[in-house]
């Protein structure tokens, strides 16, 4: 299969004449402070610097150029800048740029690597494809080699490597993996014995007018609409032309050039991959009216391949939800988002993203990678992102398991109860029906953790124990044997494991499934014995979740695609290798969050992610550490321990915990609306803008310090400062305060924490919480059974709005009253049930709950 990711490299001859004017100014302004300031000061004049990206950032009246600091006409490796420059001006630079380059003397360089050295440096087996960027000097010792900046895609994975290699030799100096893996941690088990021709967008230069466009025809949509989370959170429903026309002008099926009827536009086209090709499959077709209408069901047993058409629609709608949303919110084509046709408003084009639905390159997972949009020296780099979304296993009991072998022979175990087993989320998943069968095989050595004798099991389902290496290695080295399938079981415990991923081992082709110890060492003795056990996998997949239809984990995955697109150059500047700190999880966590929070949700509110696809109910833990919440009897997760916990999740996880409480602490200020779109004035619209915002303000390979100072200076730039005591609170609070310290950057337990704010936010915030308790309003009596009364809301003389909704978000009563105002309000014809009670006065916002009875 061809896992190659799409690149093209074309001169741009022309800007659009406003953006080229603009870079133009900006190039000489910035160039001017620069020697001013005598910031390239070198010993020699060979310094420079290279404009790589310039946003016109509408939300902060500013335009944000992003700069490469150059020596010899070529690239630093990470020695980049950022400029703000409002009205001709620069109010803002920082830079990273490198001090007294000394270069060395490289005789013999090479203009491109042989294919063998490529595949033999980085450890993979097969390539589909590599992209060369120009040369960059890296720093080596104290000293700048010239190197080789490449994207090196794995054939057999969803890998595509960000590597930088000595231009002489091949050394590998540093390397990344750009596509972001969701596999969540807490049902990933490693296994190590304790316990395809892509089709051609070609590039396109960035248009050089407005086009006409073209009136969008209707289309309509049976999914789950936000911010409906997933199927367990309520119900389809048919949404109509549910597109923003600012940013999806031809609405969702065209590009400016071709109109379409299926799930395919400007934005995405999301389509099916079970047979993983990485290459269009299909995708459901809404005729002439653009009708999405499928039948959706996701019971026991029920299968999800039957319904593929509501899941691909639904992915379809949530990646378009989330590209005209985040737009708004300045995602867009200056700051590198993610459309075919960027229909004249400046960047690059040409990469609407890539949405696999029912992928089949693994389980319990999904992916996203965001590609990249960059000029370097007039010449275009661009590459689509594609995001691959999975199934997700079923609850499997003794007594109901999931079905993934059948015994053919001897008679006598034919009709043997089926077990529990463990699916793998690599190698093939035998989708569509498909099967192998084969004589088992016993590994020598038992546990497969070296290499078998040649062909000593070809055409066998090779069985191993578990133990002293990966589940991966285990199955690689038996299919290097010549078996067609594996069982892997543990001689310890009498429950088997999802086998987890070994991102070190290549190249699994084979299916493979785990069992505990009783039946594993059946069919040991089975075989020792002499007898012929003949074996079919074939893997049942009736009640699976799909995750294309849970908005939460699609939001999460965009999410990358927004942080990395909108950090530094826009690509590789959110490495784990580089940060020990890498907030990329956290980031789209919070996302996922802010899209699926209902009307009358509050910050007592705990929330957990990928509830529906672990197959719990929507107030259960889901996949991180804790649940998302304010309250530290909920979730007491501070700074400090990111020094003990390990993994990007897990990090992320504790950076969007702080980007939770600031969110409640906005909303208490500023008041809600479930709508982040409705008023860009409510708390959690003001919140989420600073946010990504401080996206674009931040440093290359942030931490949490770097990551707090961009949503500062953001506050600085668009409200001077207005909310800098609550942001510094609400980080101080989750122990980011003044005197935290991120130390050195690649080490990973060094972190110190600090829940001090600076001097002058000390007398502010305890006013504030004075007037806070001093004014809280009440609700009585409640539970109430006729009528109730709102008190406390004379104490200023603003003018106060109640409204009222019910547990499914419906409004129920709204009223505005003077402040003196003692009027009841009547719930007589209201059902018996909860409610949330909004009051608003002023700045000032509060929710309760009442009970109706």
């Not at 390397?175 to 395809?196: M, Q, R, V, Y």
């Not at 989370?229 to 549910?242: D, L």
């Not at 961009?710 to 305060?737: E, P, S, T, Y």
């Amino acid at each position: 299969m061809n896992k190659k990711l799409f690149l093209t490299t074309v001169t741009v001859a022309a800007f659009l004449a406003f953006g080229d004017i603009s870079a133009q100014n900006s190039n000489i302004i910035i160039q001017e402070y620069y020697k001013k300031n005598e910031l390239l000061t070198n010993s020699s004049d060979k310094t420079g610097i290279l404009i790589l990206n310039e946003d016109h950032s509408q939300s902060l009246g500013v335009n944000i150029v992003n700069v490469q600091q150059t020596y010899n006409g070529l690239r630093v490796f990470n020695a980049l800048g950022k400029v703000l420059i409002k009205d001709g001006k620069i109010v803002s630079e920082k830079n990273e740029f490198k001090r007294n380059i000394v270069v060395s003397d490289q005789k013999k360089t090479k203009e491109k690597f042989s294919e063998d050295l490529v595949k033999r440096k980085l450890i993979v087996n097969e390539t589909s494809k590599t992209d060369y960027f120009p040369d960059v000097y890296f720093e080596k010792n104290g000293i700048y080699i010239l190197a080789k900046e490449m994207f090196i895609s794995d054939q057999n994975s969803s890998d595509i490597w960000h590597v930088i290699a000595d231009a002489n030799s091949g050394e590998i100096l540093h390397k990344s993996n750009t596509t972001l893996s969701c596999n969540f941690e807490t049902i990933s088990h490693p296994g190590n014995g304790a316990g395809k021709t892509e089709e051609d967008h070609s590039g396109k230069k960035i248009q050089s007018k407005t086009t006409n466009l073209l009136v969008p025809g209707n289309a309509s949509y049976n999914v789950f609409a936000l911010p409906v989370e997933a199927p367990t959170f309520g119900s389809r429903s048919v949404v109509n032309n549910p597109w923003d026309l600012t940013a999806s002008p031809e609405g969702w099926h065209s590009d400016g050039t071709n109109t379409y009827t299926n799930t395919r536009g400007n934005n995405v086209y999301a389509y099916s991959d079970q047979d993983d090709m990485d290459v269009p499959g299909y995708s459901p077709d809404g005729g002439s009216l653009r009708n999405f209408d499928f039948p959706f069901a996701d019971g026991r047993y029920e299968n999800p391949f039957t319904y593929k058409d509501a899941s691909i629609t639904n992915l379809f709608y949530m990646n378009n939800k989330m590209h005209d949303i985040f737009y708004k919110f300045g995602f867009t084509e200056t700051a590198r988002n993610y459309q075919d046709n960027n229909f004249g408003k400046g960047g690059l084009e040409g990469d609407a993203v890539r949405a696999e639905a029912f992928d089949g390159s693994g389980l319990n997972n999904a992916n996203f990678n965001p590609g990249y949009e960059t000029v370097i020296s007039g010449q275009t780099y661009l590459a689509e992102p594609r995001m691959q979304m999975y199934l997700w296993d079923r609850v499997e009991t003794a007594n109901d398991p999931v079905i993934r072998y059948q015994y053919n022979a001897p008679a006598s175990i034919v009709n043997r109860p089926k077990v529990a087993t463990g699916g793998a989320v690599f190698g093939s998943l035998l989708f569509g029906g498909q099967s192998v069968t084969g004589d088992l095989g016993l590994s020598t050595p038992n546990n497969a953790c070296t290499a078998l004798a040649a062909g000593s099991l070809t055409g066998k389902i090779g069985v191993a124990r578990r133990g002293a290496c990966s589940f991966k290695t285990k199955v690689k080295n038996m299919q290097t044997a010549g078996a067609v399938g594996a069982i892997i079981y543990d001689p310890v415990n009498a429950d088997p494991v999802p086998m987890g991923d070994d991102d070190t081992v290549y190249d699994v082709t084979i299916p493979s499934i785990m069992m505990g110890k009783a039946e594993g060492e059946y069919l040991v003795n089975q075989i020792n014995g002499g007898t012929v056990v003949n074996t079919t996998l074939n893997f049942d997949y009736n009640g699976f979740k799909h995750s294309s239809f849970d908005n939460g984990i699609i939001a999460h995955e965009y999410g990358h695609g927004i942080s990395n697109r909108l950090t530094g150059p826009g690509y590789g500047c959110l490495k784990i290798s580089v940060s020990a700190e890498q907030m990329g999880e956290g980031w789209s966590d919070y996302f996922a969050l802010m899209l699926t929070t209902r009307p009358g949700d509050t910050s007592s509110l705990a929330r957990g992610i990928g509830t529906y696809v672990k197959n719990q109910p929507t107030d259960g833990g889901g996949i991180r550490l804790a649940k998302y919440s304010p309250d530290f009897s909920v979730n007491n997760y501070t700074y400090i321990r990111t020094n003990t916990v390990s993994g990007a999740h897990r990090i992320g996880f504790i950076w969007a915990t702080m980007l939770w409480d600031l969110t409640w602490k906005y909303i208490e200020k500023y008041g809600y609306n479930s709508d982040v779109l409705a008023s860009a004035t409510s708390g959690n619209a003001r919140v989420l803008q600073i946010v990504v915002d401080a996206l674009k303000l931040q440093a290359c390979n942030p931490t949490f310090i770097d990551g707090r100072d961009a949503i500062l200076q953001a506050d600085a730039v668009k409200n001077a400062g207005a909310d800098k005591c609550m942001i510094w609170a609400a980080f101080a609070k989750r122990g980011l305060g003044v005197n935290a310290s991120a130390g050195v950057k690649s080490v990973a337990n060094d972190q110190v924490e600090d829940f001090t704010v600076p001097q002058e936010c000390n007398s502010a915030l305890a006013t504030q919480d004075v007037k806070l308790t001093d004014n809280k309003f009440v609700i009585f009596p409640n539970p109430t059974y006729d009528e109730f009364f709102v008190g406390n809301i004379d104490k200023s003389n603003k003018e106060v709005k109640i409204t009222m909704f019910d547990m499914s978000g419906k409004l129920v009563f709204s009223d505005s009253r003077e402040a003196a105002s003692k009027k009841a309000i009547s719930t007589k014809e209201l059902q018996k049930g909860v409610y949330m009670v909004h009051i608003r006065q002023g700045d000032k916002i509060q929710v309760e709950k009442l009970i109706v009875r």
